[in-house]
């Protein structure tokens, strides 16, 4: 049974920082590429950041592209998301999720996701 359990959102004030993991289990983690996804209240769910199988490649929603940075240890099983200068606009539920086909901006593309952490910025 696979799991994505994600942890470490929480309130926090507009400039400050969260790291966000994302811990995965029933699954061979290193052959999957991950990706984060969120979304706000009244808002469709949309993509944030996706890395690749090896880490090797990332890419980024323009609207966090230099504050937010993902990351990924195989050794863990574990994916991070590093949010830095976040603003009250970044207040959302935020998702993992996990693909075996690469990194892809689509959330159709991903087969599992997680339950969801809240981040809450106040400005």
């Known amino acids: 049974q696979v799991q994505l359990v994600e942890s470490g959102g929480g309130l926090v004030q507009a400039g400050d920082s969260l790291r966000l993991s994302c811990a995965a289990s029933?699954?061979?983690?290193?052959?999957?590429?991950m990706g984060w996804f969120r979304q706000g209240p009244g808002k469709e769910r949309e993509f944030v950041a996706t890395?690749?199988?090896?880490?090797?490649?990332?890419y980024y929603a323009d609207s966090v592209k230099g504050r937010f940075t993902i990351s990924r240890d195989n050794a863990k099983n574990t994916v991070y998301l590093q949010m830095n200068s976040l603003k009250a606009e970044d207040t959302a539920v935020y998702y993992c999720?996990?693909?075996?086909?690469?990194?892809?901006?689509?959330?159709?593309?991903?087969?599992?996701w997680g339950q969801g952490t809240q981040v809450t910025v106040s400005s």
């Open positions: 029933g699954l061979r983690f290193r052959r999957y590429a």
């Open positions: 890395i690749s199988w090896s880490g090797g490649d990332t």
């Open positions: 999720a996990a693909n075996n086909i690469g990194t892809s901006y689509s959330s159709s593309d991903y087969a599992y």
